[in-house]
């Protein structure tokens, strides 16, 4: 995955009831089960990426170097390489969400505050473009509540499942 977003617990869909639920979870079972949240709860950020996933244009193409248009699959559009992975800690684990490598490696990603500088033709422009909120970013924000949803119809799923298994 190309970016890494990491964001505070308290930014993060969580609420009592959910808390509740996965402290009843056996520990021994709860990787599994932590993995198979996690997995709900990426899926609404990712269709929401892959809508705001900045789609290119011939206009756009025709500005790119040569040197640039060999660099790159530019036939693979970026909207088709958002993916997310499960990264596994020893105390928790991560939905990494984001442009797969290689192919979504042509993404600008202007996260910076200063902006980034502006390069046509593969030339220098001399010109700042401004920071621009990023769209997985904004794909995290706008799926909050659903993502919140997933994950509690799946941690009781899943409990469900254990409590019949272990019955």
């Not at 993060?12 to 709860?30: K, T």
């Not at 596994?88 to 290689?102: Q, R």
């Not at 033709?121 to 924000?141: L, S």
């Amino acid at each position: 995955m190309a970016n890494k977003l990491q964001f505070d617990a308290k930014n993060l869909p969580s609420d009592a009831e959910i808390n509740r639920m996965f402290d009843a979870v056996p520990h021994l079972d709860r990787f599994r089960v932590t993995d198979q949240v996690l997995r709900a709860g990426a899926r609404p950020i990712v269709t929401r990426a892959r809508q705001l996933a900045p789609r290119s244009t011939p206009e756009d193409r025709a500005k790119r170097s040569t040197k640039q248009k060999q660099a790159a699959d530019w036939n693979y559009p970026l909207w088709k390489t958002i993916k997310y992975v499960l990264r596994k800690y020893s105390t928790s684990g991560v939905a990494v969400v984001g442009p797969e490598w290689p192919k979504g490696n042509k993404a600008y990603f202007n996260t910076s505050p200063s902006g980034r500088r502006q390069y046509l033709w593969g030339r220098a422009t001399g010109r700042i473009v401004p920071q621009i909120r990023n769209w997985i970013v904004q794909a995290f924000d706008e799926t909050k509540s659903q993502q919140l949803a997933e994950m509690k119809k799946k941690l009781r799923s899943v409990m469900d499942q254990i409590w019949r298994n272990r019955g």
